[in-house]
């Protein structure tokens, strides 16, 4: 499909699955080599990330765990920058390597507050990879490890993205255009 309508607004495809799949094999692979004979806990933010979270595990060679958080602070197709915690981590990360798992980064309002949040649990570290980030939207000073895809400052749904929760199943990503 080359458009898509979802409620009242049209979306163009952005970007394919293929390409969404090189990316995560990318990401995958620069975690793998970093993380020989560690063992990471992963903590995926949902709901957006699900999608990228399974994608990017079928693509890991390493020991590792995963977990997951829910948090928001989109309501349509603004952000809310109101960061609300809906379900906490519920397992001790007091000295475990963790990576963030993002569906997207634009902002970073949310991911900073959650960073937050995690250090107060003492990890020996935090990295953050994403499928998506938004360059021109990013507002804070931490770092993001891993990026799959740099992306202009356009509202996207699709691969777990969306709009006002539909769209998270489709299989590339789109851009509004109305």
């Known amino acids: 499909m080359k458009t898509v309508k979802i409620k009242d607004k049209e979306f163009a495809i952005s970007i394919s699955s293929d390409k969404i799949q090189n990316a995560i094999k990318q990401v995958a692979s620069k975690i793998n080599n970093d993380y020989v004979g560690q063992q990471p806990l992963f903590i995926a933010v949902l709901n957006g990330s699900f999608m990228f979270a399974a ?19 989109y309501q349509g197709t603004q952000t809310t920058e109101d960061v609300k915690e809906l379900i906490g981590l519920n397992q001790n990360i007091e000295g475990r390597r963790i990576i963030i798992l993002e569906d997207i980064v634009d902002t970073g309002i949310t991911l900073d507050t959650t960073i937050a949040k995690l250090k107060k649990h003492k990890p020996a570290d935090i990295k953050v990879a994403t499928l998506l980030y938004k360059p021109e939207a990013f507002k804070n000073q931490f770092i993001i490890d891993y990026v799959g895809i740099e992306i202009p400052n356009d509202f996207i749904v699709g691969y777990g993205l969306d709009y006002d929760g539909l769209g998270r199943n489709l299989s590339d990503i789109y851009k509004i255009i109305n």
Do not use: G, P, Q, W
């Open 55 to 73: 994608d990017l595990f079928k693509n890991l060679a390493i020991e590792c765990e995963i977990s997951f958080i829910k948090v928001s602070s």
